[in-house]
C-alpha cells in the first residue's frame, strides 16, 4: 500500500477488510475519523470520476474484482445516551456508524439498557445495521430503531429520517433501494429501555436458556424468574459460537443468501413431498417463509468444499473461504448452490450479501 492524494492510501488490499478474507485491491481507500471530513473526501472523488465504496467492518460484503475507485471505510464513533423525552421507562442511544456492533450491545448491557441483547455478536458497525435490517434470535433492528442521520450524496446534506421512513423489512431497508449509492449513515438512534424484559420467544434461545438453567451449578432462589438482559446475552453468544463459524478463522459472511418467501399453495405443495420442511409465518396470510439452509441441505450441499470455497459443514447457508479463494471462486459456488435449489424446489435464492460488482450475480 503506498499513499494517493491527501490522507488517501492506495492499492490497498481489502482482504483484512472484509470477513470473506478475500483479496481484491482498493486504488484508493480513506479511513473516515470525522463527519465533517466527509464531503471533501466525496467531492474530490467526484472530480476524479471515482465511484465510491462504503465500508463498516465489512462482514456483509464479497469482492470479485479489485475496486477502481474510492473505498471510505466508517470510522466515526461516539455513543451519547440521554432520557427518552415521551417515556419514562426509555433512553434513546445514538451512536456514530463506525461503532462496532457488538461493542455497542455490550455498552448497553452494562449500562442496564434492554433491547439488543439478542443480536449480540453479529458482527460489523453500527451505521450498516439499518442497511439490511440486521435480525437474529426473534429481534430485529426495526424493534428499536427510532431515526437514522445520513449524508445525501445528492443534495449535499445530513437529514435525518424516522425508522418508519427507513422501511425497513427481512434484511431490507431503503438504502438498498431508493436511497443506495446516495446516503452515507453517520449515526443510528435506537430507543432501549431500563428494566424491561428480555425477548426470548426464539425457540432456539429458549431451549438454550432453559439448558443453562438446567445445568447451572448453583440453583437460583427463584428457578422459574425471567432470564435477565444478561442470560439472553449469554445464550445469545453461547449458540452462535456453537453454530457459526468464526470469520478470524474461516472467512465468510454469515448467511449468503436471503430466507426465501413462497406463496402458501408452493409451500404446501413442497411440503407434501417433504415433510419436514419447516416453513414460517410472514406478513401476509398467502406466503410463506422457508429456511434457505434446509433448502440447501436437502440439495447435498452441506460441508460440499471446491477448492478454497465451501459450504460450511455445520450450517448450510454459510459460504466459507478456507483460505485462498477468490471472490469469483466463491459467486461461481453461490450460483451452483442457487441454480441446484431452483432447478429441485422451483425456489429462487437471493444473496443477502451484497456482492461488488452487483452485476456478477446476474451474469
Ligand atoms: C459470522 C457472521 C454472522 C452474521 N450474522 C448475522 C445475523 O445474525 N443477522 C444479520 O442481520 N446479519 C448477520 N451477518 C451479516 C453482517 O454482520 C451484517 O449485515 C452487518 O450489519 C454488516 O455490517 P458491516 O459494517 O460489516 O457492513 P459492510 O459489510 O461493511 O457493508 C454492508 C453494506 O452496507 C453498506 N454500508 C456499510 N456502512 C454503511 C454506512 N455507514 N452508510 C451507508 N452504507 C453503508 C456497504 O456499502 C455494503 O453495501 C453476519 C455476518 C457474519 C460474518
Not at 492524494?5 to 472484509?18: I, M, R
Not at 450498516?128 to 445525501?152: H, K, M
Not at 414460517?280 to 410463506?288: A, P, Q
Not at 470455497?309 to 479463494?325: K, M, P, R, W
Request: glycine letters at 6%; hydrophobic letters at 40%.
Amino acid at each position: 500500500m503506498s499513499a494517493g492524494p491527501g490522507s488517501w492510501l492506495s492499492h490497498v488490499d481489502l482482504a483484512g477488510f472484509t470477513s470473506f478474507g478475500v483479496s481484491a485491491r482498493a486504488r484508493f481507500f480513506a479511513s473516515l475519523q470525522q463527519e465533517d471530513e466527509l464531503p471533501t473526501l466525496l467531492q474530490e472523488a467526484d472530480d476524479k470520476d471515482l465511484p465510491v465504496l462504503i465500508l463498516g467492518g465489512g462482514s456483509n460484503v464479497l469482492l470479485t474484482a479489485d475496486f477502481p475507485g474510492l473505498v471510505i471505510q466508517m470510522a466515526l464513533t461516539g455513543i451519547v445516551v440521554r432520557p427518552d423525552p415521551l417515556s419514562a421507562e426509555h433512553f434513546l442511544v445514538t451512536a456514530a456508524a463506525g461503532e462496532n456492533w457488538h461493542a455497542l450491545v455490550e455498552f448497553c448491557l452494562r449500562n442496564q439498557l434492554v433491547g439488543l441483547e439478542n443480536l449480540a455478536l453479529i458482527p460489523g458497525s453500527t451505521g450498516a445495521a439499518p442497511v439490511q435490517n440486521i435480525g437474529a434470535y426473534g429481534v430485529e433492528l426495526s424493534d428499536v430503531l427510532v431515526s437514522v442521520r445520513y449524508f445525501d450524496r445528492r443534495t449535499q446534506q445530513v437529514h435525518q429520517i424516522t425508522a418508519e421512513q427507513c422501511e425497513l423489512s427481512y434484511r431490507d431497508s431503503i438504502f438498498k433501494h431508493s436511497l443506495k449509492h446516495h446516503a452515507i449513515i453517520l449515526s443510528v438512534c435506537l430507543r432501549l429501555s431500563k428494566g424491561a424484559a428480555p425477548v426470548i420467544n426464539y425457540p432456539a434461545l429458549q431451549q438454550a436458556l432453559l439448558h443453562s438453567r438446567r445445568s447451572a451449578t448453583q440453583p437460583t432462589s427463584q428457578p422459574t424468574s425471567q432470564p435477565t438482559p444478561q442470560q439472553v446475552f449469554d445464550a445469545v453468544c453461547a449458540i452462535r459460537r456453537s453454530k457459526l463459524p468464526d470469520p478470524q478463522v474461516l472467512g465468510n459472511a454469515g448467511s449468503f443468501f436471503r430466507n426465501p418467501q413462497v406463496t402458501l399453495a408452493h409451500c404446501e405443495r413442497l411440503q407434501r413431498e417433504w415433510t419436514d420442511l419447516p416453513s414460517y409465518k410472514t406478513d401476509s396470510e398467502l406466503t410463506r417463509k422457508l429456511p434457505a439452509a434446509w433448502l440447501i441441505e436437502k440439495a447435498g450441499w452441506k460441508g460440499y468444499r471446491t477448492g478454497d470455497a465451501g459450504v460450511h459443514a455445520q450450517q448450510a447457508l454459510v459460504l466459507v473461504n478456507y483460505g485462498e479463494a477468490t471472490g469469483v471462486q466463491l459467486v461461481d459456488l453461490a450460483r451452483k448452490v442457487a441454480a441446484s435449489v431452483q432447478q429441485r424446489f422451483d425456489i429462487t435464492l437471493e444473496p443477502e450479501v451484497n456482492i461488488l460488482p452487483a452485476s456478477v450475480w446476474h451474469a
